[in-house]
């Protein structure tokens, strides 16, 4: 059989996974692999300005698309940029492969030129990690990394790969199955425990269900649908599952948590019963521990035990898949719960607190947002960064389908959106894709509107500018008494960043009244190029309503009492 | 807070010691002592460690390690030893 590089292999396992996309970043110790894939015809290459922009660029491909995301840089400083972008997937749990290359084994340990101990600095924040020292074990170890990226509860797998590998001659063989002794996540539910949960809601009074991501990456949306519509139980989702649930279906309560709605907090706090799916109890969610829930049966269904009853006791757990656990617990279901009383009373609390800002002459966020959604009909993928304008989208677009907001909800990484947001757009060329940023963290990976505007990606940036670290500028005047600690980057000392778009040859608009943003919204989307609108927003707009840290959930500040 | 004894079957391969060690010290968990041998399946490596930590804890520990890829099994020995020393 013909013998082929270490390279080679890696090339065509890649293809045998059908990767599609590869974004990274060349450099020495990858020239082998590099040299292979300048004849190759896939994958397609998108070189990236930064290694974090291929990391977040390979994730937000990941989140729209559903298949893995691969991304690839060089040893030492190549492969420890991509750290963040490696920690944001690991945080929410997202399908990636980073591959980097390392400095000949002969080398390794020896404080070589541009050599990193990548598998001691990513242990942390992959799920899993491997260094290839022998090119037999190349095809393998790819295969093993590839399943345990996207099985069980998905995470970013790590792969380093010397130079003397990539050089190595062997036969290429990719093998048909994989199978790890050690690692056998579970699938089905116990049946058991199904009926007990399915018991538990037929008898509840104030159910809700609290949807995570974990429905998400499990396509398990329709099944929640139906499940809800069933028994006629609220659905409340968290940050990473904007979408699972339609907002526009009277069930839907929103977002719940520290930005959460107020209706949604008031719900989980009144619940006798609390269906936690796909949902890990997250501190942004459960604000004081004890006082979150306190009169709920807490039922839980998720695929990975050590978040089970990890910072709230669990009554009934089921650990499994969720798209399978929710079928067979919908078909467990004899009669359903009479919730006619809750929702009345939940309605009445959407009445009396729905999500509000002023609505005035004013340029502010939340009609931004708004108009953005109107105008692309709900229809377009939106990534954000990090912070005041990360929750003015989660709260003022209406999600209607799942894989369509993408967010570093766990890391909160700043300049995740930018890179994401072209990730996504590659995955789903037929969408429109909207960054929401900031002006801090649109400056974190700038320089990818040159992988933007250079492979044509149309993607449309919609700053809201505000001059200031927004969001830590509003905990700053909550409770600092407004000392505003190196938090303003006012206008008059960020970039001009019209010019600067300009200068990457995209387009760039500056909205600074209320009456102009509809014609730069349609302006932007009709302009066959990667847009960056700069909005001018009201300065000291807060993100309401807002739970303080180590509060419980319903005692929000510009929610109800 | 009471000592806990675990045996953990691990898969024999360079990294899994530093990753179980990782696990630990990340989550602010204390080895109070560890032994780690081969098998006699050459592949499979025993790791006997005693740590300090309360039940609700304790639970934790045992998924984290179970959660772990190179990590074949997780047994608590902790009632065996008592009954051999009490």
């Known amino acids: ?561 | 807070m009471k000592k806990f004894t675990l045996s953990v079957l691990v898969e024999n391969k360079f990294g899994v010691l530093a990753r179980i060690a990782g696990l630990f010290s990340a989550r602010g968990y204390n080895i109070c002592s560890l032994n780690v041998d081969e098998t006699e399946d050459p592949s499979i490596s025993k790791m006997v460690m005693v740590v300090e930590a309360d039940e609700k804890t304790l639970e934790q520990i045992k998924k984290q390690l179970n959660k772990l890829i190179d990590v074949i099994r997780v047994v608590d020995l902790t009632k065996e030893k008592e009954k051999k020393n009490g």
Not at chain 1, 152 to 160: K, T
Not at chain 1, 479 to 498: E, G, L, M, W
Not at chain 1, 520 to 536: C, G, H, Q, S, Y
Request: charge should be positive.
């Open chain 1, 1 to 561: 059989m013909k013998k082929i590089t270490g390279a080679e292999i890696l090339l065509e396992s890649l293809k045998k996974e059908k990767v599609e996309i590869l974004f990274g970043y060349p450099g020495g110790v990858l020239l082998p692999f590099f040299d292979k894939l300048y004849d190759a015809k896939e994958p397609r290459f998108i070189l990236t300005r930064h290694e974090q922009g291929a990391a977040h660029a390979a994730d937000g491909y990941a989140r729209a698309t559903g298949k893995v995301g691969v991304c690839i840089a060089t040893s030492g400083p190549g492969a420890t940029n991509l750290i963040t972008g490696i920690a944001t997937a690991y945080m929410d749990s997202i399908p990636m492969i980073a591959i980097t290359g390392q400095v000949g084994t002969h080398l390794i340990g020896n404080d070589a030129f541009q050599e990193a101990d990548v598998t001691g600095i990513t242990r942390p924040i992959s799920k899993h990690n491997f260094l290839v020292k022998d090119v037999k074990d190349l095809a393998s170890t790819i295969k093993e990394a590839f399943y345990i990226a996207r099985s069980g509860r998905p995470g970013p797998v790590v792969i380093d790969l010397p130079v003397d590998v990539q050089k190595a001659y062997f036969e290429f063989h990719y093998p048909k199955e994989v199978k790890i002794r050690s690692y056998c996540p579970t699938t089905e539910g116990h049946k058991g425990q199904i009926k007990r949960i399915a018991k538990a809601i037929e008898k509840a009074k104030k159910p809700v269900f609290y949807v995570g991501g974990g429905v998400i990456l499990s396509g398990a949306n329709e099944e929640l649908l139906e499940i809800a519509e069933k028994t006629q139980i609220p659905v409340t989702t968290t940050l990473t599952a904007m979408g699972a649930f339609p907002e526009t279906n009277p069930l839907s309560l929103g977002m719940l948590g520290m930005h959460g709605t107020a209706y949604a907090n008031h719900a989980v706090q009144d619940s006798d019963l609390l269906v936690a799916v796909g949902s890990r109890f997250d501190d942004r969610v459960t604000g004081k521990l004890d006082e979150f829930a306190t009169h709920a049966k807490i039922i839980h269904i998720d695929i990975d035990p050590s978040s089970v009853s990890k910072n709230v006791a669990v009554d009934i757990p089921c650990i499994g898949d969720a798209k399978c656990i929710l079928k067979e617990l919908s078909k467990a279901i004899k009669k359903n719960p009479d919730t006619k009383n809750w929702l009345s009373k939940i309605a009445d609390w959407k009445k009396k607190a729905p999500l509000t800002y002023k609505k005035d002459d004013k340029l502010r966020p939340q009609y931004v947002v708004e108009e953005i959604d109107r105008i692309t009909k709900g229809n377009a993928i939106i990534a954000t960064e990090v912070g005041q304008n990360q929750m003015w989208a989660a709260q003022y677009f209406t999600w209607k389908k799942p894989r369509t907001f993408l967010t570093s909800g766990g890391l909160g990484t700043m300049g995740y959106g930018f890179p994401a947001a072209i990730g996504a757009k590659l995955g789903r060329p037929d969408k429109i894709v909207f960054d929401i940023a900031g002006d801090g963290s649109i400056q974190m990976n700038i320089q990818e509107l040159a992988t933007a505007v250079s492979n044509k990606v149309h993607v449309k940036i919609a700053i809201l500018n505000n001059g200031y670290l927004g969001m830590v500028r509003q905990w700053q005047e909550l409770f600092f008494d407004k000392r505003y600690s190196h938090t303003n980057i006012d206008i008059a000392n960020c970039p001009d960043f019209v010019k600067l778009a300009e200068s990457y040859g995209a387009m760039g608009l500056r909205v600074t009244k209320k009456k102009d943003v509809r014609a730069a919204i349609e302006k932007a989307i009709k302009e066959p190029n990667t847009v960056l609108i700069d909005f001018r927003i009201e300065r000291e707009e807060n993100v309401m309503p807002m739970v303080p840290a180590g509060q419980a959930i319903n005692r929000m500040i510009g929610g109800m009492a």
